[in-house]
């Protein structure tokens, strides 16, 4: 038997004094408690990786007869999904052999992953060398350098560009010695990351009783993960991605071309190709969703559930709010709460930012200098 920390048995009817009962008449009827896991004592901050709360949204469950629920994701330690692909990449690279001690982790990215490797790199003995482009927020970069990360910026440019912030960190791990790069995108123990966790911690929390999971895609690496895991559990589920604007991947998997079409500010994601990590990844839908959807759902979130969340997390919600109408009442669908808007302060929470870009201004921003 298992019991939670006060000595109550998982799913364990629970029997409530007479006292209680009148006290508190919501207690009369016998009722079963239910954890999604024990609460246990950790001795290293590598296993606080992963099996994060999972959470129903009440306005966009409200909003379309359905159940929405959110992966609480800014759980981990590095507060963002990204440090279940850090910690996997990084485990890889030793069982292979790439990784000696002392060396150097080197990645390029939008911020998260870099994050995950700096925390996961510090708890291994490992130095890390963090490639950016300049255009990501500041609060990033702040944590990336207090983390002990080196940091290096490089301005922003096309994948086909040499100076990409992707191929510049290619060159300086193949430049420094004992060195791994990371390689977040083609390196498919990210995906694997989200097919052994990600997907079963969804599959386990919501009983075996889901019916579609969205997300957008950067690396690819947790849609295609968590699709490919809950198809192995049940074909039936409808994987879709959740794509903004300024991507190419909606055309891709509605037409079969890659193309893009308009832009988005979203940090960490959106793709113009198909990576190693979504190569075969089960998607049934798409959806195209705007930085204004995005943000409609950002604001509630904070208003109504008192969620921070940055843009990818309010695009990934408009994704499930759009698939659950399309799968019609009743039915329960999944999404990813990526991060946490903390690390968004400067841009996304920042009146002159916002009209900069011409978005529209939380209400209780409107007045601030």
């Known amino acids: 038997m298992r019991l939670c920390r006060h000595g109550t048995a998982y799913g364990a009817k629970v029997k409530i004094p007479p006292f209680a009962r009148a006290a508190f008449p919501c207690l009369a009827k016998p009722r079963r408690l239910r954890y999604a896991g024990a ?3 950790q001795t ?7 099996n994060t709360p999972l959470m129903r949204l009440t306005g966009p469950s409200q909003e ?8 609480c994701e800014f759980a981990n330690p590095g507060a963002s999904v990204k440090d279940r692909a850090a910690l996997f990449i990084v485990n890889d690279a030793e069982e292979k052999g790439l990784l000696k001690p ?8 939008a911020g998260n992953t870099g994050i995950g490797l700096a925390l996961v790199a510090n708890a291994k003995g490992y130095k890390s060398i963090i490639v950016m482009p300049e255009t990501q927020s500041r609060e990033k970069m702040d944590t990336l350098r207090a983390l002990g990360a080196e940091l290096v910026t490089v301005p922003a440019a096309p994948y086909s560009n040499p100076g990409h912030f992707v191929h510049t960190s290619r060159r300086i791990a193949e430049e420094t010695e004992n060195a791994v790069w990371a ?6 123990a990210n995906r694997k990351a989200h097919i052994v966790g990600t997907a079963e911690e969804i599959w386990t929390q919501m009983e075996g009783r889901i019916d579609g999971f969205t997300c957008a895609a950067g690396t690819g690496g947790t849609i295609a993960g968590v699709g490919l895991g809950l198809k192995a559990k049940d074909e039936a589920i409808t994987i879709a991605l959740s794509d903004p604007y300024g991507a190419a991947l909606f055309n891709y998997y509605a037409h079969g071309e890659l193309k893009a079409e308009g832009s988005s500010v979203a940090e960490g994601i959106g793709q113009g190709r198909i990576t190693a990590n979504l190569e075969g990844a089960p998607i049934d839908t798409q959806f ?11 604001r509630r979130l904070l208003a109504e559930e008192g969620l921070c969340m940055g843009l990818s997390s309010g695009i990934n919600v408009a ?11 009743g039915k329960r669908v999944a999404t990813i709460l990526c991060d946490t808007g903390f690390r968004y302060l400067s841009t996304l929470y920042n009146r002159q930012w916002l009209e900069s870009k011409g978005l529209t201004v939380f209400p209780w921003l409107a007045q601030t200098v």
Request: hydrophobic share 45%; proline share 2%; aromatic share 8%.
């Open 44 to 50: 290293d901050s590598l296993a606080l990786i992963g």
């Open 319 to 329: 994704g499930a709010v759009a698939l659950a109408k399309q799968l019609g009442p």
């Open 102 to 109: 002392g060396g150097t982790i080197v990645e390029g990215t």
């Open 39 to 41: 609460m246990l004592l």
């Open 64 to 71: 379309t007869g359905c159940d929405i629920f959110a992966k």
């Open 288 to 298: 195209r969703i705007s930085d204004e959807e995005g943000l409609y759902w950002v």
């Open 183 to 188: 390689n977040q995108f083609d390196n498919i």
